[in-house]
């Protein structure tokens, strides 16, 4: 699947027409002291080489090809990307345009996109070769041939993580080599398993039908998983008692948590389970993922425990059944709630290709209800995680709930097939209701009492 369709033909001929025109009297808006800065600030960290953008606007040679569909999408809010509901909450990682940011954009295009005098351009911003964080320590997965065609279903890799002391990481990326063949890779932190053998990937194996939907009842994780050779390895086994660690999915940026004042730990001797679903791409193509951590100088005195968790009923196909043609399904929702006092600092909503909105909703133990996060225009291509600008300090006793709809018709454009009927599972074509979030609280808390969730086949929890 084509992630990337923003700069293609159809933004292109959607620029014709002007939203806005350039006074007479307004001086001329050029690249280098106008537009470059605007373009540091909001689009260089995926539009640089090396990135996930398909283009790179690091230079007005590079950029100005682009111009009209530049205006078109920042006109349309299509781009950057970003979709939280601008009543609910505020976000450091807001990546939305200021009106002003828009304005100056569409009046440079508009007015010819000049260049300008390069003496006026900021000096460049000194990217990471290779990686958004300046990783201390890198783990890297061993190569995998991913096939031209078919279904690969989830794999699973265990290598040592070489941690020879707990340790405390501030940030964590997650880098895929080939994203347009990576639907994710999700990180799972454990202790060691002598049944699990390193390096060896093991595939969780299902029924489908013949169009390649997961059998009622049967899309989720499987008992056992298998190698290449048919061993058969304990699911349970594979991933341990714990959940997801850190994630690559589109659009999602490194897990860094210096932002939030903490650090996560891992602790000695742990292996790191790379949780790898492979998409083919029509040509095979040789997958190396890596892992970046930037390590604690110090023992820090919060720490950042991430939760993952679907509806208990998901893999219930009486419960979780998306009807056809139905554009506004709801969920059975998640809940939970909060045994500690805590800090809600990040959420992340994930579904597949039918998803529609998402809303994470605090009720607190005085009676009062807010809503954390609310994103009514759910994108598949770009799942963000939503830092909070001020964490949400959360009392004993605060129940959290989310709420998500998916829309199962022809109206969606992303909707693989109207007409099936859509279970739980975990390719594309299935869905999943899984809201992450990340809670930051003192360090000597243990991860296990922080919250009580109703937790499904994806698992819930964390270090």
């Given at each position: 699947?084509?992630?990337?369709?923003?700069?293609?033909a159809?933004?292109?001929?959607?620029?014709?027409?002007?939203?806005?025109?350039?006074?007479?009297?307004?001086?001329v808006?050029?690249?280098?002291?106008?537009?470059?800065?605007?373009?540091?600030?909001?689009c260089?960290?995926c539009?640089?080489?090396?990135?996930?953008?398909?283009?790179?606007?690091?230079?007005?040679?590079?950029?100005?090809?682009?111009?009209?569909?530049?205006?078109?999408?920042?006109?349309?809010?299509?781009?950057?990307?970003?979709?939280?509901?601008?009543?609910y909450?505020?976000?450091?990682?807001?990546?939305s345009?200021?009106?002003?940011?828009?304005?100056?954009?569409?009046?440079?295009?508009?007015?010819?996109?000049?260049?300008?005098?390069?003496?006026?351009?900021?000096?460049?911003?000194?990217?990471?070769?290779?990686?958004?964080?300046?990783?201390?320590?890198?783990?890297?997965?061993p190569?995998?041939t991913?096939?031209?065609?078919?279904?690969?279903?989830?794999?699973?890799?265990?290598?040592?993580?070489?941690?020879?002391?707990?340790t405390?990481?501030?940030?964590?990326?997650?880098?895929?080599?080939?994203?347009?063949?990576?639907?994710?890779?999700?990180?799972?932190?454990?202790?060691?398993?002598p049944?699990v053998?390193?390096?060896?990937?093991l595939?969780?194996q299902?029924?489908?039908?013949?169009?390649?939907?997961?059998?009622?009842?049967?899309?989720?994780l499987?008992?056992?998983?298998?190698?290449?050779?048919?061993?058969?390895?304990?699911?349970?086994?594979?991933?341990?008692?714990g959940g997801?660690e850190?994630?690559?999915?589109?659009?999602?940026p490194?897990?860094?948590?210096?932002?939030?004042?903490a650090?996560?730990?891992?602790?000695?001797?742990?292996?790191?389970?790379?949780?790898?679903?492979?998409?083919?791409?029509?040509?095979?193509?040789?997958?190396?993922?890596k892992?970046?951590?930037?390590?604690?100088?110090?023992?820090?005195?919060?720490?950042?425990?991430?939760?993952?968790?679907?509806?208990?009923?998901?893999?219930?196909?009486?419960?979780?059944?998306?009807?056809?043609?139905e554009a506004?399904?709801?969920?059975?929702?998640?809940?939970?709630t909060?045994?500690?006092?805590?800090?809600?600092?990040?959420?992340?909503?994930?579904?597949?290709?039918?998803?529609?909105?998402?809303?994470?909703?605090?009720?607190?133990?005085?009676?009062?209800?807010?809503?954390?996060?609310?994103?009514s225009r759910?994108?598949?291509?770009?799942?963000?995680?939503?830092?909070?600008?001020?964490?949400?300090?959360?009392?004993?006793?605060?129940?959290?709930?989310?709420d998500?709809?998916?829309?199962?018709s022809?109206?969606?454009?992303?909707?693989?097939?109207?007409?099936?009927?859509?279970?739980?599972?975990?390719?594309s074509?299935?869905?999943?209701?899984?809201?992450?979030?990340?809670?930051?609280?003192?360090?000597?808390?243990?991860?296990?009492?922080?919250?009580?969730?109703?937790s499904?086949?994806?698992?819930?929890?964390?270090h």
């Amino acid at each position: 699947m084509n992630r990337w369709i923003v700069f293609g033909a159809a933004v292109l001929a959607a620029s014709g027409a002007s939203v806005h025109t350039q006074n007479a009297t307004s001086p001329v808006v050029t690249f280098h002291r106008d537009v470059l800065p605007i373009l540091q600030k909001r689009c260089q960290p995926c539009h640089r080489p090396g990135e996930i953008a398909p283009v790179s606007f690091l230079t007005y040679d590079s950029t100005r090809p682009w111009a009209r569909a530049i205006k078109a999408a920042v006109s349309s809010k299509k781009m950057p990307p970003w979709f939280a509901d601008a009543e609910y909450g505020h976000f450091a990682n807001d990546r939305s345009l200021a009106p002003a940011e828009v304005d100056t954009l569409v009046r440079w295009v508009d007015g010819g996109a000049v260049a300008g005098d390069p003496a006026d351009a900021p000096p460049p911003v000194s990217w990471p070769d290779g990686w958004q964080i300046k990783p201390d320590y890198v783990v890297e997965a061993p190569a995998y041939t991913i096939p031209g065609s078919g279904t690969v279903e989830w794999g699973y890799i265990t290598v040592p993580g070489g941690f020879a002391r707990d340790t405390w990481v501030t940030s964590i990326e997650v880098r895929p080599q080939h994203r347009e063949a990576v639907h994710h890779v999700v990180i799972y932190i454990k202790s060691h398993s002598p049944d699990v053998p390193y390096g060896v990937p093991l595939w969780d194996q299902k029924q489908r039908d013949a169009k390649g939907a997961a059998v009622p009842g049967q899309g989720f994780l499987s008992a056992m998983a298998v190698d290449d050779a048919g061993r058969k390895v304990s699911v349970d086994s594979i991933l341990g008692p714990g959940g997801i660690e850190a994630e690559w999915v589109p659009g999602v940026p490194p897990n860094d948590y210096r932002v939030h004042r903490a650090a996560k730990l891992i602790p000695a001797g742990s292996d790191l389970v790379f949780q790898v679903h492979y998409t083919p791409v029509g040509k095979p193509v040789t997958e190396v993922t890596k892992i970046g951590f930037t390590i604690a100088t110090e023992e820090p005195t919060r720490r950042f425990v991430t939760y993952s968790a679907q509806p208990p009923s998901i893999a219930d196909p009486k419960v979780f059944r998306i009807p056809p043609g139905e554009a506004n399904w709801q969920s059975p929702p998640v809940e939970g709630t909060f045994n500690v006092d805590a800090e809600l600092v990040w959420m992340m909503p994930h579904m597949h290709l039918r998803g529609k909105d998402m809303r994470y909703t605090l009720q607190y133990p005085d009676g009062r209800s807010e809503v954390a996060l609310s994103v009514s225009r759910y994108d598949f291509k770009w799942q963000i995680g939503y830092d909070v600008a001020q964490s949400i300090k959360v009392t004993k006793g605060t129940k959290l709930r989310v709420d998500a709809h998916f829309d199962n018709s022809a109206a969606n454009k992303a909707n693989p097939d109207p007409t099936a009927v859509v279970y739980g599972g975990t390719q594309s074509w299935d869905e999943m209701m899984n809201p992450f979030f990340g809670v930051v609280v003192d360090r000597t808390i243990d991860p296990k009492r922080i919250i009580s969730m109703g937790s499904g086949p994806a698992g819930s929890g964390g270090h």
